[in-house]
């Protein structure tokens, strides 16, 4: 699966008309529910299905690009084909940025996208900022970051989640947090499913 970001707004309308230019089959909607994002879904034809998610919960829009590994090419060429139109987030600028972030309130404002932007497989680089993030001294800092591994299933983050577990960790709503993630990971890891409805 790939996730793309992208850096100006789309409005559902403008994305609607591009995946009927394209002669996309929308197959599915699931409204937004509370704690659930809304999401729509396409079929492409070539074995690949676009989800375009509005979730509120990371307070993004995003879009998701799945298919079986037999269309793992399709899905690099969907995802050039929808770049060529809308200007999406390269992960090494929001890690960047992330770096350079010298105020908790950036950090929470860059952890969402960190997610979104990161591969669904491991990636070293965005494990140790998000790494860094769950220790964090802000709690909110903390929390944007538990938020953030519900959508990476890395078993790499449950040594870190599984620390914010215990009384060490002074907030409950961390403590749940985490220990939700740790489920959500785990269940990810069996069904193979990367794009979780926290």
Do not use: C
């Not at 899905?75 to 600028?93: C, G, M, N």
């Not at 220790?135 to 790499?156: G, T």
């Amino acid at each position: 699966m790939i996730r793309l970001l992208f850096k100006q707004s789309v409005l559902p309308a403008e994305f609607v008309a591009f995946a009927e230019a394209n002669k996309w089959t929308l197959v599915d909607h699931w409204p937004a529910e509370p704690g659930q994002p809304e999401e729509f879904i396409w079929e492409t034809g070539t074995g690949v299905d676009v989800h375009r998610v509005n979730d509120e919960i990371l307070g993004l829009s995003y879009t998701a690009l799945n298919g079986p590994p037999e269309a793992q090419e399709s899905i690099r060429e969907t995802k050039e084909l929808i770049t060529s139109r809308f200007s999406a987030y390269d992960p090494r600028e929001v890690r960047d940025w992330y770096r350079a972030a010298d105020s908790w309130d950036k950090k929470v404002f860059l952890i969402p996208m960190m997610a979104v932007t990161a591969p669904v497989a491991y990636d070293e680089e965005t494990y140790q900022l998000l790494s860094s993030s769950l220790h964090d001294s802000h709690k909110d800092v903390r929390l944007a970051a538990v938020i953030a591994s519900f959508y990476l299933p890395w078993a790499e983050l449950i040594p870190d989640l599984t620390e914010l577990t215990t009384d060490r960790e002074p907030e409950e709503v961390i403590r749940q947090g985490a220990e939700n993630a740790i489920g959500s990971i785990k269940e990810q890891q069996r069904s193979g499913d990367a794009n979780p409805r926290p």
